[in-house]
């Protein structure tokens, strides 16, 4: 009888998040492209699929997999031109060890919203 060992099995996952975040990365690119030319024009090709392919891998680290919420922090980093995750403004949500991941993912995007629209007078 076959046996896989753990290390297998974790090698087996990791290639499999890898191959789903770079489909996912190739989905999203035309996307954002196509919906928000302006904002995305300031990055070349390679840059702007790097940078989704990294805020792909980072969401997945975090237990963030639902492709909405991806393809929102996707669009949030090229608006801010800084790491979501890295960003202070958003430290006190990603910390919060009590929220689920994909309330944290939630909550960062609308209060992302919430205060460009407060910025923006609306």
Do not use: W
Not at 65 to 76: A, G, K, P, S, V
Not at 78 to 101: C, Q, R, T
Request: proline share 2%; net charge positive.
């Amino acid at each position: 009888m076959l046996k896989v060992s753990a290390s297998q099995r974790a090698a087996m996952s990791s290639a499999m998040d890898a191959r789903r975040a770079r489909e996912l990365a190739d989905a999203i690119h035309p996307e954002l492209r196509a919906q928000r030319p302006d904002v995305m024009k300031a990055y070349a090709e390679d840059v702007a699929h790097g940078t989704i392919l990294d805020t792909i891998t980072q969401c997945y680290a975090r237990g963030i997999r639902d492709e909405d919420q991806i393809l929102n922090l996707c669009y949030i980093r090229f608006i801010i031109n800084a790491d979501v995750f890295k960003h202070e403004s958003f430290a006190y949500i990603l910390n919060n060890g009590l929220m689920h991941p994909y309330a944290k993912a939630r909550h960062l995007i609308l209060s992302f919203f919430a205060i460009n629209a407060m910025r923006a007078g609306a």
